[in-house]
């Protein structure tokens, strides 16, 4: 079994593209679809034909490509029982748990609610890759639009459970703004400090902060932190449960 092939790109302001191709049988995956041109132009880039899009959530910077691409592709659209009817095309549903192949390679529907109400990840186990979407980012999560931060929380801890060696592909670039962000959660943590200023350099050329790695995540991303004693001193709130120090984290970031 070869291993996948992975194609990342820039879809409208700030969007993540992703194209997924296995060699062994052609099959290649757009994972969401934010926008017809640039994934068009990326499947050329490579030679890839796209036949199935892995929609992670119901939002219009996911899904607004996938009638066009069903058009021009044939190709079959898997997404979210619990935002069944906000997707467009959708071909088949999967929830928690559910497994599937594309080609030899085992997929794993993770449900996060939090983002969105029935949000999902993909995660290729064997792979060790992970396509989170608008749940976890590079040094942030997503915004708690549809569900409460006990439930982000709990979403969080399914992701945080995954290997430390697994690669991470998001949604959005917005790493220099969540780095800034968590040095005011953070000061101390040296490995932040590393990487925050690793970031300023990056996005200050124009580089792609994706893929990120699970076990670099949780050494700086103060989202998967609120455990942490030196953030607890910081904030003031020692005694209090890692779900109130994520909420206060996530309220923060709301603000800053
Ligand atoms: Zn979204
Ligand atoms: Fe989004």
Redesign the pocket.
Known sequence: MSALEIEVFSCRSDNYGVLVHDPDTGLTASIDAPEEAPILAAAERRGWKITHIFTT?H?I??VEANLALKEKFGLEIIGPVNEALAIPGLDRTVADGDEFTFGEHLVRVIETPG??AGHICYHFPDDKILFA??TLFALGC?RL?ERTPTDMWHSLQKLAVLPDETAIYF?HEYTLSNARFALTIDPDNERLKTRAAQVEADRAEGKFTIPTMMSLEKETNPFLRPSDPAIRRNLLMEGKTNEEVFAEIRKRKDNF
Do not use: P, Q, V
Request: glycine share 18%.
């Open positions: 959530h939002h910077d996911h983002h969105t979407a608008d997503g639009l949604g």
